[in-house]
Structure formats: C-alpha cells, structure tokens
C-alpha cells in the first residue's frame, strides 16, 4: 500500500523559513510525479508545486514562484519544499500527494489527477 508522509510544518514568523519533507514507506518515490497542495481554512485546496518523476519538470504557483522551491533527494527518498519568505496567506494543511508512474512523467494541479494522498502537516505563518 501507497503511503505518504509529510512532516517539516510549524509555526514561523513571517519572512521566514520552513522546509516541508514527503517521504514514503516501503516503496520508491522515484517512480512518482510529486505534487504539493495546500488548504487554508475556509478555502479550497490549491496547488503549489509539483516536480516530476525524473525531476526535469517542475511547477509552481504563481504564489510559490520565486519563494518555493522543490527537489528530490533519491537517497533518502523524499521530495522536499523549501519555503522562504513566507507570509500569513501561506497558513494552511499542506498535503503531498503522489501520481501514479504511468502519468508520472506530467505535472499537474488538478488534485483528481493524484492517486495517493499523506495526511498533511500544518503551516503557520503568524507573528
């Protein structure tokens, strides 16, 4: 069975930094297209980042461009979010969520688009 992990949220001052990390138990992640999503209260779920399985495409929003960057370590396999100059509209349950191999090789925003889903860590970005 397909299961993803999140850990890396908190609470952090605006401006600052946090790094959100995906790892798997007992299968690879390299044979999967990584997406990153984020609900706010209140809100819909969003897309922030989706890398694929090689690595050579990489998404972002049009929030996250510039601030967040995403990457994948094989050797650990995890697949991380490094967030820098975060603000209070970036507080949400931020999820990642895995693409089957088949698609894997295509980024996407569209949340129907995932097959497996970790149980989300918690952003705060609050002074």
């Known amino acids: 069975q397909v299961q993803l992990v999140e850990s890396g949220g908190g609470l952090v001052q605006p401006g600052g930094s946090l790094r959100l990390s995906c790892t798997a138990a007992?299968?690879?992640?390299?044979?999967?297209?990584i997406g990153w999503f984020r609900q706010a209260p209140g809100k819909e779920r969003e897309g922030v980042s989706c890398?694929?399985?090689?690595?050579?495409?990489?998404i972002y929003s049009d929030s996250g461009q510039d601030r967040f960057n995403i990457s994948r370590d094989t050797a650990k396999n995890t697949v991380f979010l490094q967030m820098n100059s975060l603000k209070p509209e970036d507080t949400g349950i931020y999820y990642c969520?895995?693409?089957?191999?088949?698609?894997?090789?295509?980024?996407?925003?569209?949340?129907?688009?995932?097959?497996?889903w970790g149980q989300g860590t918690q952003v705060t970005v609050s002074s």
């Open positions: 890398i694929t399985n090689s690595g050579d495409w990489l």
């Open positions: 969520a895995g693409r089957s191999p088949g698609s894997a090789h295509v980024c996407a925003f569209a949340g129907a688009d995932y097959d497996y």
């Open positions: 007992g299968f690879t992640l390299d044979y999967f297209a």
